[in-house]
């Protein structure tokens, strides 16, 4: 089973607990934590069977190979990003649409309820004026 103690102190506090439903070699754990990162982050490797594959699989990778995998895996999270971003921007902007949307509606609504107090004042003074036509 993996090192606790190791997971403590080399992964990320919110990766930890994850962590510990797998078996991670010490070594990687110790010399190159970013790549166990990676690889629980990971969207492309969505199952946990997956993820211990290749946990099992870093000890007989060789140097190229682990530096690739990590070109990949960071890569993916860079890509991940970007769409996270423009997903962002787009929801911003659908907000920012609704928002001037209800705005408007709001603006219409409060300008309905202003014209109609103005035309119940106008009736109120034409019925005053009427009245003190009549009284003359």
Known sequence: MTNIDLIKQNLPEQLRNKAQEFNIPDDFLTKTPNIIVLILNSKSMDSAQEKQSWFNLLPLMTQQQLDKLNDILTR?????????????????????????KREAVWYEKKMADVKQKWDINQQQEQKEADSLLTQI
């Open 76 to 100: 993916e999270k860079q890509k991940l990003e970007e769409i996270e971003q423009k997903y962002e921007q787009k929801k911003d902007d659908l907000k920012k649409k609704y928002e001037e």
